[in-house]
């Protein structure tokens, strides 16, 4: 099975911080996502990725910018965390179809 | 454009049917089913590309209509490992899903 790896389940930093959220998945899967989660909203997507060094915006990116150096591996930088940025961060990882996600990091600034 | 999911909310008793229902106002190129327990990622279900089609597996299924606007989930005879957010997506051809704003499902004994 693929597996997405988020390498943190919670995050507690202040606001102004940089803030780094990594994925791994383990699948040699070309297209990565980030989206966030709020109640009643959904998952929105964030950015997206489709291949090394390539990024592209999605619904929300004010605010994120990303980095993927390797196939493996995405992170989400949040270059000054502000409190509207609390939420839950979902990594995905697919090919073809179907998404494979992430246990998620459940993100709050203080 | 984000697909309307309706009901968004419902409780069944084991054993009920339940269906629910995305839909957009333009053709969707596919569209996706994922199902997430409280605490838990998105779990993808099935996906539907063709007008027309119907697909699933043991009791939960799914149809896409023929203009590809609409899909309905069907959850038939209910358990209590349903309950869940139930999330469509619409996707297009570059694999990017937009997601519904979901359907939490309650199953009560």
């Known amino acids: 099975d693929v597996k997405v790896t988020q390498s943190s389940r919670y995050l507690v930093k202040r606001t102004g911080e940089k803030v780094f959220l990594e994925c791994v998945q383990d699948?040699?899967?070309?297209?990565m996502f980030w989206y966030r989660q709020d109640p009643g909203l959904g998952l929105r997507l964030i950015y997206f990725s489709y291949d090394v060094k390539m990024k592209e915006k999605g619904d929300i990116p004010e605010g994120y910018s990303v980095s993927r150096e390797k196939k493996e591996r995405f992170s989400l930088i949040l270059e000054s965390a502000s409190t509207n940025q609390t939420s839950m961060y979902l990594c995905?990882?697919?090919?073809?179809?179907?998404?494979?996600f992430g246990s998620g990091t459940r993100l709050t600034v203080v | 454009q984000q697909p309307v999911q309706s009901p968004q909310a419902v409780i069944l008793r084991e054993g009920e049917d339940a269906v629910i229902n995305c839909s957009s106002s333009k053709a969707l190129y596919s569209v996706h089913w994922y199902r997430q327990k409280h605490g838990e990622a998105p779990v993808f279900l099935m996906i539907l590309l063709k007008g027309g089609e119907q697909k699933g597996h043991d009791k939960i299924s799914a149809s896409f209509n023929e203009k590809k606007q609409q899909s309905s989930l069907y959850l038939t005879a209910s358990q209590l490992s349903y309950s869940g957010t139930y999330f469509c997506?619409?996707?297009?051809?570059?694999?990017?899903?937009?997601f519904g704003t979901g359907t939490r499902l309650t199953i009560i004994p």
């Open positions: 699948m040699d899967h070309e297209n």
């Open positions: 997506a619409s996707g297009g051809g570059n694999e990017k899903l937009t």
């Open positions: 995905a990882s697919s090919y073809f179809y179907g998404y494979t």
